[in-house]
């Protein structure tokens, strides 16, 4: 569906006033970032933030109403600490109404699909076309085929994410919440492509 | 659906109690227990109370079994036909039923799933016997109430969720349904009053459907004012169709109930009691819930019919939302004992059932969390009656594809916590938190997973009880003001989140929150709620209509069909379920359209008119015109509404923009007087700046005075001290002058002597010559120093006394 911003410019006017802090803090050490996960339902969603930020898997997840928070903080090579705020959407199109209350002001945004569901990888294209739309514009995306783990059942190429996601400036990762796969380094490349607050001269 | 519940590190419904509060959850599992057996003998007192009285009154009732009995759960044994075998296998239950043990074994569940997934021909089979013996029904559930909790009563168990319910073991989809005890009756009672008041089964039907129709300002068909006629007009017909029920008013021993319900619902009682709030007895249409699953059953064998094709029932369920279902299942409580294969059999039929007979929600996540927590406390049809009133009635616009409903009850409490907690909310401000985000899937869920299941079903308890989203908005504010103080301390978003989902997570203390929750926010009403959502409201639509112009149309493109088809089921089912008003179809079915829209009367005239004529003449094709009128004529109905409803938001809009504008016209006012007093303010400090700056020269200026003036007065002193040592000078000069003087004199009178006396010696003896220039000189010499002297003594006697030196003078001039 088309949607732009569920809640009213009200709010959003409210936000981008009152709130300098969304794309990260100041300190260059130290970054804070919102990041916000989207794709269709039962791709994994849950369970990539699971995995990155608690080292769990759990094939039996309960499903996600509305959004789940959780945040993890992670040491870059230069020292930089990263914390990302995840926000985990829930799936089901119709949730895609309240998605604009969440990817407001992300920094971040991760597009996940499932590697076995073609139909997944058209919801992600959406979500994509979506953020460019309404999203923060200097947002980094990143796009992940995830339950790489299915390789045998793979319906969605890995050369069509990697295409799709050059042409829209996305960086590309296929990952397994079950198997840890490329899970840490989805999260690492991000935070290195983050853009830096320069240091307060 | 079986009632497995074990303890284990599960808490007492089965549900696995997170790691890190499973301390506090034994903390707590005790006082519960307390708490537990206080309410079941205050309930059980009230209900008996209450049996009597409905004796008393209602002596045709055939409710005479005074005792709580518990009739929840499904048959045990299929096989079973004599009542005989049920008592055995009840006592087996009871037997086995330790308050929480009960194992259900699944062999027993696993027939009626297999029995509903059957040929459509069985089904129908029995569905029909069980309308037949649907009147007797009530008769034969107070025989098997009776039975069982005369059983019961000798146990001395408690009630339980065990057993073989009055049903008839005969037939297999009894399973599927119990009613619920008659001790619950004057409740029920009670609580259908409500039911009827939004309308029966059928009205709903058209109403649901018409959800559905292209245009979006359906989602809403029963705003205002409108609705209420309709709701009026209905109540009416329920109380003359219908077995006449006392108005609400009558109930006295409501208030005694609410304080009752607030204080919870006791575990075994819940299930029913539940039911009974939502009215699940008189929402049951007979059969319904069975065509429901045979339309879905249809769907897998013959696979995707025409939905304005398929007649007499209702519209497939669409691929999409089955995918939905099948993928959620497994994500429904995953580890929870109950939802094994035949629970998650049960959990399916009642969400598929559910989005056949509502297609404007269909299914939405969360719906998976509400129909499996009913279905662990009540047998599969009850469970599905449940949800229908929760999701239509209750939460009536909350779960349909657009969530309207949910996006306006954001904005509604956000406006509540300004009001009530402006700090914790400037806070939340400055943070850049928004409260929606919080409160979303707080309210999406209904708590589901946010709070310890005790306080879940605590708030579940009032929300079933007062049919409203009242206690939603009350618990939420309670759990903000229960833990603002703690929110305030964080420093940035994201703690602010996480300290409040564990802090969430551990309510245990159920009380404590139901209690804050209604006695703290009693200024929450309905009414409130209602003005603030009429308030809110036109921009989420204003914002989905936006949306749904851009982007791809949510827009419904099979509106008509739907219509049409909603038109011919409730043809179907209102014949069944009215056969006792023999009528015609048609005429029944333009009965309906009164509740879409009461000015339609004359059209229905028309209309009825119309399908008399078509009796009359070659009748397929003038029923085809009917039924194409019908469909004109509602669609019409329904612009007319969509138009009205449209021109009223639009009027909120304008109104709320009028408002908005005089707000902002005052909100700029009062910022420039606050400007202006600021700037008065500086001056005035600035003033007093400067006051002060001039007093500290003052000041200091002073002390330069005194300063000089000690400095002068030192110098006087100084000046007195000088002129007195001169003056002391003087004297001692004056002294050493007159002492020099007298000297003078004498050393003068000593001179003359001396001279005298060396004339008379050279007189004397004029002797040898050259003594004498020898001589001459010495007094020559004398003479200088005697005449200088002298010469001194005269100037400075000369102011004295001038008389007295004339000889020395003379003598002075003589040399």
Redesign the interface.
Known sequence: ????????D??AG??GG?????GG?NDPKNL?V?LVLLGD??VGKSCIVLRFVRGQF?P????????????QTIALQDSTTV?F?I?DT??????A??AP??YR?AAVAIIAYDITSPESFHKAQYWVKELQKHGSPDIVMALVGNKADLNEQREVQTQDGIDYAEKNGMFFIETSAKTADNINQLFEEIAKRLPRPTPPS | MGGGIRILVKDSYGFTVRPQHVHRYREYSSIYKEEEGERLEKWKEFLVQQEECARASHSKEEHTEPVVSEVTEQSGDPGQSTSEERDDSAEQCAAVSEVTAVEKVSGEEENPSEVTEQSSEKRDDSAEQCAAVSEVTAIENVCGGEENSSKKRSEGGLPSREAPSSQHGKRREVKTWADISPSLNCIDHMMSVRIKKTGNMKSRNIRCESNDLPSIDETRPSDGGSDDDNERSDTANAQTSSDKLPPETSFSWKEELASLVRGGVPKDLRGEVWQAFVGVRTRRVEKYYQDLLAVECDATDGKEHDKSASEGKKGDLPEKLKKQIEKDLPRTFPGHPALNETGRNSLRRVLSAYAIHNPSVGYCQAMNFFAGLLLLMMPEENAFWTLVGIIDEYFEGYFSQEMTESQVDQLVFEDLMRERFPKLVNHLDYLGVEVAWISGPWFLSIFVNTLPWESVLRVWDVILFEGNRVMLFRTALALMDLYGPALVTTKDAGDVITLLQTLTGSTFDSSQLVLTACMGFLNITEDRLQELRQKHRPSIVSTFEERSKGGKSFKDPKGLATKLYSFKHDHGSIVKENQTEAGLDDNIDLGEIPNLDSHSASLDEFLKGMSIDSEADSLPDLQEQVVWLKVELCRLLEEKRSEALKSEELEAAFMEMVQEDNRMELAAKVEKLEKEVAELRQLLADKKEGENAMLQVLLKVEQEQRETDQARRFAEQEAATHKQALHALQEKYDKAMADMEKRVVMAESMLEATLQYETGQSKASSSPKSGRPELQDNPSKKAGILSFGLGWRDRSKASNDDTGNVPDETDDQQE
């Open positions: 569906m088309g949607c732009s911003s569920s809640v009213p009200r709010s409210r936000l009152v709130n300098p802090d969304n803090a804070r919102k339902s039962g759990d039996t997840s309960k499903v996600t109403i509305g959004a789940s928070f959780l945040s914390k705020e926000w829930a799936g089901q199109e119709r949730y109404a309240l209350l969440y002001g």
